[in-house]
């Protein structure tokens, strides 16, 4: 049995790029939708939680089709010499994307729970909309955006199908740990499919109690906070 | 140093329209939920857009449907105190008050929140979170934070309603007492009567969106210009009326004439009489004079340093009580001894004739 630990950066490095990407789109989304009402956001809604309601498999196909030699964004990316199907961003696009209505709902949930009165009265003491959202919005909605992080986060790490049609599963490169886990299966080498899945739980377990006690050290008065 | 504002705001069916004008004395904004007082304060304060008016504050256009000026709420500078206090939960009482100071050294900005904290009564309590004090403090801290910002006029939504009444009176005197030094206009909204009397000289009572009366509160409380008003300012015996001849009134529902001030006015609807101005006759000649008639006791409800006493007009017998009557326990220990009928008064220059 090889030591080659290769799955295990490539599943952090690409859960943790992962992860910050959507955080900055799912926040920004959220922001955007938070508190706005009409049919087009209603629509874009659809679209934004379509790969939470769809196999896996399908949204990998749908990533495909976008991104590969024929499609749209692919062929934009091939004039500039780049493709990405079968490389390590493939794994990333691929977590991104599943992850983010975990990250978009959380925040947006979170948005709009919000006391509007305190976002009218920061308002009334001549705060700018940006000193509302950096002074009150934000530290009021951390506990929610946090919560998002963590399940996007977890999300990453656990993909599996649309990582494995959209960047396969080259060693070294695209093989994540739960492709590692299928391939070795597969082979028939339980052994070592038995020792990835005891580090996966690790690692999970480990990301969790991290995030939990980060959260319950970095304000505890804050992570009490009870809102109405 | 004035506010001024005409608006119309239209909401599903429920339109409000109000005009007013506001100088360095309070005004108090009487009305029950629902009548648009909250409404009013929030389009003045920039949080709400009318739909058609003028708001003019110390010769400064905050709105003007006509000329589309549309000043955001963060640049008034008007104090808006909310009902719930609104405080921001994850700063400290500190941190809330100099939330809206301009900027300005940071060693300025403390000396002026001391100086805050200290008018508030609030030392010792620096460092405390809002959840971590009494809701008076609460309430003192978000006055506080309002004043911080040297408003150019302060608006008060309901601020006292969320307390108890122990709490009520010592926030209400501190309210008064930042109204008075502002010297800037003040709007303090209430669906309390008597509240509205302390706090404002003059009132605006709305109802369903509409001002239904103003003036000062001296002439909103003794000539109320329509029952409702007269009902919102706390009227309990009310009757309906036609008048006789001049001097001379006839109280359908009490089933007597009573004579009033011969100027009373043409035609009015109805005649009413404040709980507090009933009295009962002492000698046997006021027993006889005008005005005067004979009751009986319905039932009764007795409060620390007052009586109130539901009587039945002219008969014993049948439902419900005519007049309410609100005595002191002097008043009530000489009169429960003696029998019954009793003779009940009603000053003619006590009686408020209605012509709505």
């Not at chain 2, 739909?51 to 000329?67: A, C, M, P, Q, Y």
Request: aromatic share 8%; with cysteine.
């Amino acid at each position: 049995m090889g030591v080659n630990l290769s799955p295990v950066w490539l599943s952090l490095e690409t859960s943790v790029t992962a992860t910050a990407i959507t955080l900055a789109a799912g926040a920004a989304a959220a922001v955007w939708r938070a508190n706005r009402r009409g049919i087009g956001p209603a629509l874009l809604d659809g679209i934004f939680l379509l790969p939470l309601v769809l196999p896996p498999t399908v949204v990998g196909f749908i990533l495909l089709l976008l991104f590969g030699r024929h499609g749209p964004i692919g062929r934009l990316l091939l004039h500039f010499g780049a493709s990405v199907v079968f490389s390590w961003p493939a794994t990333v696009i691929a977590a991104a994307v599943v992850s983010f209505p975990l990250m978009y709902l959380s925040v947006r949930a979170a948005l709009e729970q919000l006391d509007r009165t305190l976002l009218q009265a920061a308002r009334t003491l001549g705060a700018s909309e940006w000193r509302v959202f950096r002074r009150v919005s934000l530290p009021l909605a951390w506990p929610g955006i946090l919560a998002g992080t963590i399940l996007a986060f977890a999300r990453a790490l656990g993909e599996f199908g649309a990582t494995l049609m959209l960047a396969g599963s080259i060693p070294g490169k695209t093989e994540t740990i739960p492709i590692a886990i299928y391939i070795s299966v597969e082979a028939g080498e339980m052994r070592r499919a038995m020792a990835w899945s005891v580090m996966d739980v690790a690692i999970s377990l480990a990301m969790v109690a991290g995030m939990y006690y980060w959260t319950h050290l970095q304000n505890p008065a804050r992570a009490g906070l009870v809102r109405r | 140093m004035a506010l001024e504002a005409h608006l119309e705001k239209r909401l599903g069916g429920f339109t409000l329209r109000t005009d007013f004008f506001c100088g360095e004395e309070a005004l108090a904004i009487l009305g029950p939920s629902g009548s648009g007082k909250s409404m009013t304060l929030r389009c003045i304060a920039g949080l709400e857009k009318p739909d058609r008016g003028r708001i003019v504050l110390n010769g400064r256009t905050l709105f003007d449907s006509e000329k589309r000026v549309n000043v955001p709420a963060r640049q008034r500078g008007i104090g808006l105190l909310f009902q719930n206090y609104a405080l921001f939960p994850h700063l400290n009482v500190t941190q809330n008050i100099t939330f809206g100071m301009k900027a300005q050294a940071a060693a300025a900005r403390e000396a002026r929140a001391k100086q805050q904290i200290a008018d508030m009564h609030l030392e010792g309590l620096e460092e405390r979170l809002p959840r971590e004090l009494s809701g008076g403090e609460q309430q003192r801290v978000a006055l506080a934070r309002a004043l911080a910002i040297e408003p150019q006029a302060l608006l008060l939504d309901e601020p006292l309603s969320a307390l108890d009444t122990y709490l009520r009176s010592k926030v209400e005197q501190q309210v008064i007492a930042a109204m008075v030094q502002l010297r800037r206009p003040a709007l303090y909204v209430t669906h309390n009567m008597e509240e509205a009397y302390r706090l404002g000289a003059n009132i605006l009572v709305l109802s369903n969106g509409k001002v239904e009366a103003s003036g000062s509160r001296e002439q909103i409380f003794r000539h109320p210009p329509s029952l409702e008003v007269a009902l919102l300012t706390g009227l309990k015996n009310f009757s309906r009326a036609r008048m006789i001849s001049p001097g001379r009134v006839e109280a359908l529902d009490w089933n007597c004439i009573l004579a009033c001030a011969a100027d009373a006015g043409s035609e009015p609807k109805y005649a009413g009489i404040r709980a507090h101005h009933v009295r009962f006759a002492i000698t046997a000649e006021e027993a006889q004079a005008d005005n005067a008639f004979s009751c009986w006791l319905a039932r009764m409800n007795e409060a620390p340093f007052h009586v109130t006493l539901y009587l039945r007009l002219h008969s014993a017998e049948g439902e419900g009580h005519h007049l309410q009557a609100e005595i002191t326990n002097e008043t009530w220990a000489r009169i429960k001894g003696q029998p019954q009928p009793w003779r009940v008064l009603l000053p003619a220059e006590d009686l408020l004739l209605l012509k709505k």
